[in-house]
């Protein structure tokens, strides 16, 4: 996986230097942006990872910066630009470690009117879902979601070819993307349900997260088609590729989880309803490994449909609601060949969010809680969160993450001893 990364880069910096040449492109100065930032979360609950009383702790800068190519060249004719963003990283958590997160780095250009080209290292998102994902396969990295980093964070790059098409009749885009799984709980930073232990586990976890192979025939494609009609946006959405969560088991002998090969049809809908905007997307998820959900240890194929309505209620106070439904398919199969040691999971799954923003003093403090809860499992995540900008350059950041479940192994529920109250402190530049 390094290496593929490696080859994306060096393939990006190579087109570049070509593009760099006096004799053929020139790049005006780039200015560079970003910011400073300390992090620090408290735990409010006890578990077996590695430090017990914060989660986060850390100091970061982000730096960022966009070539635009000028001069009668190709790259400049064709509108290209280079964009890089970077994080460099001192993790007080792992005893000062320090780290570089290359978030972005790729080169942009028009190459046919009817055509726009992304190469290299990119942020990748779609869907209409708040905080909830049905169709956008792209990478997430949860333990920032759950530990209190910014929302950014969330979304994880990938190394990628986006390819966006502009015919009369729609909008499409196509990627082909090097495969790059979810940043899931290991138990060090934050504790989980392991599923070989039957209980949360902490340092104790030793399970085995298998990766496909790095090869052609593993890379991963996207295709969205969208178009406006009206006010309203329809888009119809395809996936082939591999699960992003190691959720099926490769051998319980030797503790071993992998992500399943899977094929995703989806579409979805977003337009003013009722003075709001409202959304409704559906996905079926294919296993392709077990399309008919008799291999036990094989996640089986599912459905997801999501629904959901926002308003903006003046004086700056808004409000949002979601409605997730799941269904495990061939579920008589799978209960069928389970074996009286397994866990058993649910067929059904409901979950229920709803988002409340208020901003106040000219909107240089928002107050937010976003709440998860599904009835169906007793669990959620509560996220409330106070921001402060104190200057034009000055933030200042109160939040917690409050997990919560009656079950251990539910979605929620197993991030339950993670709970704690984080500050974060940014300044921009």
Do not use: C
Not at 304 to 315: Q, S
Not at 379 to 392: A, N, W
């Amino acid at each position: 996986m390094v290496k593929m990364k490696k080859i994306f880069i060096h393939l990006v910096i190579l087109m570049l230097n070509v593009g760099g040449n006096p004799q053929l492109a020139k790049a005006a100065f780039p200015e560079v942006h970003g910011f400073t930032e300390f992090d620090f979360g408290a735990k409010v609950s006890d578990d077996n990872t590695k430090n017990d009383s914060y989660n986060l702790f850390e100091q970061r800068l982000q730096l960022k910066s966009t070539y635009f190519f000028e001069g009668d060249n190709y790259f400049s004719n064709k509108s290209a630009s280079f964009y890089f963003k970077g994080d460099f990283l001192v993790d007080e958590y792992f005893n000062g470690k320090t780290d570089f997160d290359l978030r972005e780095l790729n080169l942009s250009l028009t190459p046919y009117d009817f055509m726009d080209l992304k190469l290299g290292r990119q942020i990748l998102t779609w869907g209409t879902g708040d905080y909830l994902f049905v169709n956008d396969f792209f990478p997430k990295d949860y333990v920032s979601f759950f530990a209190g980093r910014a929302d950014e964070y969330l979304k994880k790059p990938s190394d990628a070819v986006k390819m966006s098409f502009y015919p009369k009749w729609g909008n499409i885009d196509f990627i082909i993307s090097v495969f790059e799984a979810n940043t899931q709980a290991k138990g060090d930073r934050l504790s989980f349900f392991d599923l070989f232990q039957g209980e949360i586990a902490g340092r104790n976890s030793d399970r085995d997260l298998l990766e496909p192979p790095l090869q052609l025939s593993n890379n991963e494609y996207y295709v969205r088609y969208y178009r406006n009609f009206g006010s309203n946006e329809l888009a119809f959405y395809y996936f082939r590729g591999f699960d992003k969560n190691a959720i099926s088991v490769k051998s319980e002998m030797d503790r071993q989880l992998y992500y399943r090969r899977l094929d995703v049809y989806g579409w979805s809908v977003r337009g003013p309803i009722a003075t709001g905007i409202g959304n409704l997307e559906f996905g079926y998820y294919n296993s392709r490994e077990d399309s008919n959900g008799s291999d036990r240890l094989i996640e089986n194929s599912m459905v997801k449909v999501l629904t959901g309505y926002e308003k903006d209620l003046g004086d700056d106070f808004k409000v949002g609601f979601q409605y997730l439904y799941e269904q495990r398919l061939n579920y008589d199969r799978y209960s069928a060949n389970l074996l009286p040691t397994d866990f058993i999971f649910d067929e059904f799954r409901h979950l229920l969010t709803q988002r409340i923003t208020k901003q106040y003093k000219n909107q240089t403090i928002a107050v937010s809680l976003f709440n998860f809860y599904s009835p169906s499992d007793n669990d959620g995540y509560v996220r409330p969160s106070i921001s402060f900008d104190l200057t034009d350059q000055w933030r200042l950041v109160v939040g917690a993450n409050i997990p919560w479940g009656e079950d251990d192994s539910t979605e929620f529920g197993q991030m339950k001893k993670n709970k704690n109250v984080y500050v974060r402190v940014r300044y921009s530049f």
